[in-house]
């Protein structure tokens, strides 16, 4: 199963500059308080930089794998496993290509 249809406005596409890695589509909502959910496809095998937000992330892998880094501490991910990033860490990783994932931001994490 992939996302629906519906999920993919074009006017909700994350903007290619604002990914930390290549080879990403994703696409984000706004809440009234700013805060973002995003879901993303992976299309390749790929590393995310090591970064931090001033906000807490959570995400969920909805199918494939990924390798989260918090604070140097490895957290692997498969589908229906969830994890909570508090706001300040440093987290980075690895992800294998066909990955889908939801992330929910406690603030703006994407900018149009």
Do not use: C
């Not at 604002?18 to 990403?24: E, Y």
């Not at 589509?25 to 992976?42: H, L, P, V, W």
């Amino acid at each position: 199963m992939s996302f629906p249809d519906f999920m993919f406005r074009e006017e909700n596409r994350i903007p290619s500059a604002q990914q930390n890695t290549p080879d990403i589509e994703g696409y984000y909502y706004t809440a009234n308080d700013g805060s973002q959910m995003a879901f993303r496809i992976y299309k390749a095998d790929r590393v995310s930089t090591e970064h931090s937000h001033e906000y807490d992330e959570y995400m969920l892998v909805v199918e494939g794998e990924y390798i989260v880094t918090i604070n140097g501490v490895e957290h692997i991910l498969h589908a229906g496993d969830e994890l909570f990033i508090p706001k300040g860490s440093i987290q980075g990783g690895r992800v294998k290509a066909g990955t889908r994932s939801l992330h929910a931001f406690g603030g703006q994490r994407v900018t149009s």
